[in-house]
Structure formats: C-alpha cells, structure tokens
C-alpha cells in the first residue's frame, strides 16, 4: 500500500497534461560539439624491413606476411553479438582494420637478382595515408671470377655461382698442373682448390750441339719447337739424318744428326819429282834423302802414310823410282802426295 501510494504521488507530480506541465518543463538541448578533425593516418603492422635472400639459382620464390593496417577511428560499422541496448541483433560493432593496397608482386612471386620493393598503401575515411614499404635484396652467392686459364679452357655448371662445378683441361702439347675440378662452396664462397695451370709439354732430353757443328731451337725443347743443325765447314749432315727436327711435346721427330767430315787433308808440303846423278864404276844404286811430306786437316788429327816407294835416306835404284804418301783423317778422307826420284848413275871407266 505504500508503494502504491508513491506512486500515485510521483504520477501526480510528473504525469501533467502535454499542453501544460510538461511543455513548460521541457528545456532546449545544445546540439553536440563537432568531433575534432581527423588527422592521424592509419597505423601499419608487420612492415618487415629490408632484408636479404641469398641464393644459388639465378631466380627464387620470395615470401612475406603481408602488413596490416588499423586507424584510430572506425572505418566502419558492422552487425554483431557484442553488448548493447535493445533486443539483439541491432548491436552494431565499430571496424579499425583498413584493407590496404599493393603495388607490386605478391608473396609466393618469382624474382631475379637485384633489389626489390612492393608498398602498400592504406588511408582512411578522412583521407589520411600511410605507406609500407617491403624491401630485400636478392643475391646470388658467388665465388671470384675464375680468370682465363693459358693455353687451356674451363667449363662450369652454373658459372661462378654457389654450387657449380668446373673441369679444367688443356691444349694439345700442355699438361694440367694441379686439380682438374673444383667446386664454388657456398658456405664460404671460396673454390674448393686452387685454379691450375697448363704447363707446356716437353721433349727430353734436350738437344745440344754435335761435335763440328751447331744447333738453333725456336723455344728450346718445349712442344712445338723447330730445332735446326748447321755443321762448321768441311763437314756435312750424313744423308738419311735430318738436320731439322720438331718437339711433339713428348719426343723429337728424329735422332739428332751428326756433322761428319767430308774434307779430306791437305798437304802443307808435298815434295816434287827430282833426279839423282851419282857417279860410280860398280854401282847401279844411290842413297837418296828427301823431306818427308806434311799434312793438316779440318779435324786436326790426320795420318801420313808411305804407301809406295821408299822412306828418305834408302837406297834407290837406277832410273825412275815412284814415291807415294797418303794422308788420312779419322773420317776416311784421304789424300795423296807423288813424286818421281830418278837416279842416274854415271859410270866411270879407268
């Protein structure tokens, strides 16, 4: 009873009719304050810096998680089950998240090497704009350039890149010094052993020059060299021998020739045909002297030989006597020197 009549009293005083009390009791609200100007632009999340992707293929696949964006006011407004006044569903819930755009390849592309960027951009109801920018570098992991090998040639997988492999080998007349192969490690970017070298092929041994004679080489004994023999004067290259040979980078095309001696002697003093008279009763004979013969030869070494006739200080008989020397090198030249000793015996009578 008593809160029936606190009610009656309250209706009373507030319940009036629309044309008196309650039009007397209504006050003129103000209109709301303007909000303040927008002015802060949207806020990214999960901008990744620059980074690097290191590779050994010449492209890759390049990903990323996308940014996202938020601003400080609602972008918009959407149904939801969160609290609110009324019955269900007229709850509408404020959205901060902005979609932003992209320009440039998405994650999950292909790039080459180089840099790269991609931005996105988000901007708000009021028109602010905020920028991301995704930025990384693709590199190639690479070893130092391999330079050109002399007189040999090099063929790699992947050039100089991490993982490839090269095979070195050499021209015809050259021999590989050192391996053969080596690897770009791409944990190091170091060859995995030193480049090698073509070394020029030799013959062996090397050509001197024959006695009496000389020898001119284009490069000494290494592959490809022209050796030419020359022999002093009065010797020659024996026919069948040649007098120029060639290194093939193992062995000389021939036999290094010989000079042989085709000069023969000289003699230096060869006596000339004289007469002996001597006069005798009982003799038919006379001793005879005479300078022995002299000889040189181009070898310095020469041998005189009486082949014929007497030696100087024997008897020599009457009439006309042949005397022949030979003169002979050690290579079998040979030269002769004659002459004619005619004794005349002169008899005497009592």
Known sequence: MKLHGLLITVCILVCVSPTDGWRRRRRRRSPAPAPPADTTPPTFTNCRSHWTVPITTTSTVVTWTEPTATDDRPIRMQGGSGYCHGP???????????????SGPAPGSTFTEGRHAVTYTAQDLAGNIATCRIEFTVEIIRCPPIPPVSNG?????????????????????????????????????????????????????????????????????????????????????????????????HVWSANPPICQDVKPPEFTACPTSFDVNIQSATS???????????????????????????????????????????????????????????????????
């Not at 050259?174 to 490690?185: F, I, P, Q, R």
């Not at 020059?209 to 022209?226: T, W």
């Not at 004979?285 to 181009?298: E, K």
Request: aromatic share 8%; hydrophobic share 30%; glycine share 8%.
């Open 284 to 350: 038919d004979s006379a001793l005879v002297s005479y300078n022995s013969p002299r000889a040189v030869d181009n070898s310095g070494h020469v041998t005189i030989r009486l082949v014929e006739g007497k030696a100087s200080g024997s008897r020599f008989d009457s009439g006309a006597n042949t005397v022949k020397y030979r003169a002979e090198d050690g290579a079998g030249n040979i030269i002769e020197c004659n002459f004619t000793i005619n004794v005349i015996i002169i008899i005497v009578t009592g």
């Open 88 to 102: 269900p569903p007229v709850c509408m819930m404020p959205i901060f998240d902005i979609s932003p755009t992209r």
């Open 153 to 249: 040639v090099h063929v790699c997988t992947y050039g100089v890149i991490g993982g490839s492999q090269c095979v070195f080998s050499c021209h015809h007349g050259y021999t590989l010094s050192g391996s053969a192969t080596t690897h770009c490690n791409a944990d190091t970017r170091r060859w995995s052993s030193p480049i090698p070298t073509c070394q020029v092929k030799t013959c062996s041994p090397p050509l001197v020059a024959p006695s009496h004679g000389s020898v001119s080489c284009s490069d000494s004994n290494r592959f490809m060299s022209l050796c030419t023999f020359y022999c002093d004067e009065g010797f020659e290259i024996p026919s069948g021998q040649s007098s120029a040979l060639f290194c093939n980078g």
